[in-house]
């Protein structure tokens, strides 16, 4: 016989095989009160984030330090891969629409497979505190911004977005929330 047959229905049984696993997907079982058990595909609560804490670090007549931190918190039981937060950060009492800096914390996957990605796993029902540090140069053209800033009463406004996926960078689709916070 044809060794070829062989090989190619040893292919064809192997795709059939990752064809049924990737299909049914993840499942859970569930009880009820009476012991009845049904099976469902769980649903992904969003994320949560919260502006932690904003502060000026460090300010001279030539630059200032703002440190910024986030808390993400996980409702679900399963862990969830926080990829990036991309972030604005902006002083009201300067400009509303002027942002003064912003950031992006983590890195998102750019191929197949990446070596040395910076994400966040998040453990099911816990949280985690992201923080970044931004230095903002003093240019001389912006006295009302420095005068908040020296005078300790900047009003802030922090805006973006966080892309997260399931428990892997395969299952599920990429998530993504809108986030705003004032200060």
Known sequence: MNPKIFVGAAVAALAVILGGILLTGPTI?????????ETSIPQAKPLQIELEDISIAKISERSVTIEIAFKLSNPNPRAMIVQTMDYQLFETGYSETEQITGGEIGSRPTGMVEFGSNYYTLLGEN???????????????????WEAFENDNPTWRVSGDVFYNLSSMTSGQENELHFEFTK
Do not use: E, V
């Open 127 to 145: 949280s985690i505190i992201l923080k970044d540090s931004k230095t903002i140069k003093n240019t001389g053209n912006t006295a009302d911004l």
């Open 29 to 37: 079982q569930i009880t009820d009160q009476a012991g009845n058990s």
